[in-house]
């Protein structure tokens, strides 16, 4: 199941990195939001994509008036260097999604590194653009939606368990009984709020997408106390934590963030950045 990736580096270096990261500093990022205007209004993930819109317009992008803008390539970062391991994410994550205590969408795992110093790694779905689990399913249950996203229709799923099998992270859990919630229900289940779940079917992380979709953050970028965790879109190349912006391509290449499980060529769209000198043995 684990495979090692080494990483090093030193807490001076980290700091170093993390402030490079950060390439829209507050000042641009606040001239880039005052471009985008009305904008703001829809929520803080709108409004940070909003300013990578108006600095790329400034420099003369073409997207302005392009109606494919309106799709978008989510992707979320966890930032392993601030993450403590509290478990805040996967809190909130099942408060808001009515998910019983053994449904752990963002699980937390603690592993040790080569010192034997113990560091967390939260595990979510991938969302992968080869997802092993959409190939799998015999009933098209689960499947891509236009951004990219992995989600599950659970008015179709027959429950088989192929994709839970499928899946080289471990991300998909079956209901075995029903929701421990009595009518009248919160709200109408959808793939992209499929809450509460159906018992007999399939359910993981959906990234939050009735949020996103809306401009507002997901659950576990928004409990989050450390900033741990960045939502972003890869055609605007912009990244957020709530708190900060930061431009995603360099962000990531900048502070050596990995994937888990590379080599399966599954390009799931989650990526991790060490910084504690951990071996990241996923």
């Known amino acids: 199941m684990l495979d090692k990736v080494d990483r090093s580096a030193p807490a001076a270096r980290a700091d170093a990195t993390r402030r490079a990261g950060r390439l829209l500093s507050r000042r641009q990022a606040l001239g880039a939001l005052a471009i985008a205007g009305s904008a703001l209004s829809a929520g803080p993930l709108v409004g940070a994509l909003a300013a990578a819109q108006g600095t790329a317009r400034q420099g003369g992008s073409t997207h302005e008036g392009d109606p494919a803008v309106d799709a978008r390539r989510w992707a979320m970062v966890i930032d392993l260097r601030r993450c403590d391991g509290c478990k805040k994410c996967t809190d909130a994550c099942q408060a808001k999604h009515y998910l019983p205590p053994e449904q752990e969408w963002i699980k937390v795992y603690t592993l040790r590194d080569r010192t034997g110093t113990e560091f967390a790694i939260p595990r979510l779905c991938m969302h992968c653009e080869d997802p092993p689990c959409v190939r799998v399913c015999p ?43 009595k009518p009248p229900l919160p709200t109408t289940a959808t793939p992209e709020f499929p809450s509460p779940q159906q018992r007999g079917t399939v359910g993981k992380c959906v990234l939050c997408v009735h949020n996103i979709t809306q401009g507002q953050l997901p659950y576990c970028v928004e409990a989050c106390t450390m900033d741990a965790i960045y939502i972003g879109d890869l055609d605007e190349d912009v990244a957020t934590n709530g708190t900060e912006t930061v431009r995603l391509s360099t962000f990531l290449s900048e502070n050596n963030a990995i994937r888990l499980k590379e080599e399966l060529n599954t390009r799931p769209r989650v990526w991790y950045i060490p910084g504690h000198g951990e071996d990241l043995l996923w």
């Open 139 to 181: 009933v098209t249950a689960t499947f891509v939606d236009r951004n990219g996203l992995v989600l599950v229709d659970q008015d179709k799923c027959i429950g088989c368990r192929l994709c839970i099998a499928a899946c080289p992270y471990e991300a998909r859990y079956f209901n075995w009984t029903e929701p421990n919630i």
